[in-house]
T-cell receptor
């Protein structure tokens, strides 16, 4: 069975640009969460989607947005990139169970 | 306030020895879950072990065990018989109530020496 897949694995963007990151959850998982992990720190929660609806949002500016599609895949968009947005972006999927978060390998975003 | 505190930024352990990673948490919810993840240099977050707040027994998964002390709000991870492949960053995380969000600690780097 395929795990959580994220694309692209790496990308480099210039300040002010926009970026879209993609995530495909494990088959049967209806929930997708996004986390930002700055180098040397623990992941910080950005968004959680369940059945295409936003269920939670972390303390991130409106430049960050996300959506979930009917097939439960998800996109994270970041506008007007800043140097501080450079991080590993992790996607996690879960089923209706109260535990069982599976993470993808992440997308390493570098803003120059 | 920090929900998860990991006070050990880095630890060295000899191969085949056991190592304990500390984690304390802060929540007012009666229902919560505690997780430990391993993150190798490749970046992926690998689930190791889970402990629910109502679980009476300490969780164990192979060489991993969780020393859950509810009154002290601590959930320490014990890795027995360390292997070179255990060298990685380890994160403690908590989910509160019905919230799907995980709150992570700052992590502990473990280096296993041959």
């Amino acid at each position: 069975d395929a795990g959580v897949t994220q694309s692209p694995t790496h990308l480099i963007k210039t300040r002010g640009q926009q970026v879209t990151l993609r995530c495909s959850p494990i088959s049967g998982h209806k929930s997708v969460s996004w986390y930002q992990q700055v180098l040397g720190q623990g992941p910080q929660f950005i968004f959680q989607y369940y059945e295409k609806e936003e269920r939670g949002r972390g303390n991130f500016p409106d430049r960050f947005s996300a959506r979930q599609f009917p097939n439960y895949s998800s996109e994270l968009n970041v506008n007007a990139l800043l140097l501080g947005d450079s991080a590993l972006y992790l996607c996690a999927s879960s089923s209706d169970r109260l535990y069982g978060y599976t993470f993808g390998s992440g997308t390493r975003l570098t803003v120059v | 306030a920090q929900k998860i505190t990991q006070t050990q930024p880095g630890m060295f352990v000899q191969e085949k020895e056991a190592v304990t990673l500390d984690c304390t948490y802060d929540t007012s919810d009666q229902s919560y879950g505690l997780f430990w993840y391993k993150q190798p240099s490749s970046g992926e977050m690998i689930f190791l072990i889970y402990q629910g707040s109502y679980d009476e027994q300490n969780a164990t998964e192979g060489r991993y065990s969780l020393n859950f002390q509810k009154a002290r709000k601590s959930a320490n991870l014990v890795i027995s018989a360390s292997q070179l492949g255990d060298s990685a960053m380890y994160f403690c995380a908590m989910r509160e109530g019905r919230d799907y969000k995980l709150s992570f600690g700052a992590g502990t780097t473990v280096t296993v020496r041959a």
